[in-house]
């Protein structure tokens, strides 16, 4: 059983590594391909927009063809759309396939999920594993800015995605064998509102960048469309037999505040991958020095879940992701005032807080069936507050780094004041 664990587990490390390892490459790419910041944005958000609006549906493609079979084939695509990335010729080409290794990626999570508590059914034993599951996935954020650099400063950044081969072919060797089977189900899939999902995320993303180059017709004019398509994905839902977002799920105590702390976790985290090596590109560090400069912060991310796991089996989620905030909001205030390591450090601590609790309490407040589709609605929400992340605080970078860490550390106080609603503080 250790051993499907630790497949699934790496299978996220690869999907999260693949958002943290382009970070500390984004200089060398910026001049390869002559882009701009905007292009760079893009470049980051093409992965995560596609990959949070699909993750909607993915939950619900895994409980409807089993969890390993999705698992497997987002995995295979994973692998083979990273070596395509590495090859691309010009920005819109990596864009492109950036975009598709996001639906990939989505295929990979919530399948992750299902399967670790299909193997795991003890509440206890499950958080203790989801916990190892963030521990190991997490290892990827401390390894990515690292990794990056290193093969960045060797090979330029089309290296960085010819990590993903073979840990691709790691994965696969390790889940394999009829103990990680999960059945199929008979949950239909509304494939015409997910890609209006999908429009209207990269819409709201091209109207933030937009209006961070102060581009302001293209942003409201890209925000008046953005507006209509939300409008007809919600005709969609309303209508459809088998809605995108699991009403049920939404219906939850405490589960509204959870996605909403998820959301603002993901804004900063991502936010600030973005934003500190383009300032650190100013101080003339090389790729890999800017990747050991994120250490403080990513350190936490491996060493820090089972310590969650535990207080989370002992105390229930809500001290933890209470805690995280506090402290993710007392890092960003430290960012702005400039002290990069306990500003980085008090960061990282808050993210291993927050996000294995909140995995725990979405997949245990899950209707029975439904596993996929808490854990693809958790983490689409995460990656939607990813994409607005690199968007608004991209948009912010030109003024200094202090808007853009303050924005930060207003968004995780709003979600933390959620759960000191009633209805957050019921999620126990």
Do not use: K
């Amino acid at each position: 059983m250790i051993r499907y664990l630790v497949g699934v587990s790496l299978g996220y490390f690869m999907v999260l590594l693949d958002m943290t390892v382009l970070a500390v490459a984004e200089p060398d790419l910026a001049a390869s391909l002559e882009t701009s910041v905007a292009g760079l944005q893009w470049a980051t958000t093409a992965y995560t927009v596609v990959f949070g609006a699909s993750l909607l549906s993915a939950g619900a493609v895994s409980d409807r063809y089993g969890a390993h079979r999705v698992f497997r084939a987002g995995v295979s695509a994973f692998g083979a759309l990273s070596l395509l990335s590495a090859l691309a010729p010009t920005l819109p080409a990596l864009v492109g396939l950036r975009a598709v290794l996001g639906a990939a990626a989505a295929a990979c999570l919530p399948s992750s999920m299902a399967i670790i508590a299909r193997l795991y059914p003890d509440p206890p034993r499950r958080a203790r594993a989801l916990a190892t599951w963030a521990a190991v996935s997490g290892a990827a954020v401390a390894a990515g800015p690292i990794a990056g650099g290193a093969l960045v400063d060797l090979a330029g950044w089309r290296a960085i995605f010819l990590v993903n081969v073979p840990i691709t072919l790691l994965v696969l060797s390790l889940v394999r064998g009829a103990a990680i089977t999960c059945p199929a189900g008979e949950r239909r899939i509304d494939w015409r509102a997910q890609l209006t999902a999908v429009a209207v995320l990269a819409l709201l993303t091209n109207t933030v960048v937009a209006a961070g180059s102060r581009a302001w017709a293209h942003a409201a004019a890209s925000g008046a469309v953005t507006l209509a398509a939300a409008g007809l994905f919600a005709a969609f839902e309303r209508h459809s037999p088998a809605p995108v977002l699991h009403r049920g799920l939404l219906a939850g105590r405490g589960v509204r505040a959870g996605l909403a702390a998820g959301a603002a976790v993901t804004f900063t985290l991502n936010g600030i991958l973005f934003v500190l090596p383009l300032l650190l590109r100013d101080q003339h560090l090389g790729a890999t020095a800017t990747g050991l400069a994120f250490l403080p912060m990513t350190l936490p991310f491996v060493l820090n879940p089972p310590l969650t796991g535990r207080l989370v089996a002992r105390f229930g989620p809500r001290p933890p992701i209470l805690a995280g905030l506090a402290l993710l909001v007392a890092g960003s205030l430290a960012l702005a005032a400039g002290w990069l390591p306990a500003g980085l450090l008090l960061a990282g601590l808050g993210v291993s807080f927050v996000l294995p609790a909140l995995a725990a309490a979405v997949v245990a407040a899950a209707p029975e069936g439904t596993a996929g589709a808490a854990g693809g609605l958790l983490n689409s929400v995460r990656q939607v507050g990813a994409t607005l992340g690199v968007a608004a605080m991209g948009a912010l970078v030109t003024t200094g780094p202090a808007l853009p860490l303050l924005l930060a550390a207003a968004v995780c106080a709003v979600a933390a004041a959620g759960f000191l609603q009633p209805a957050g503080a019921r999620l126990r």
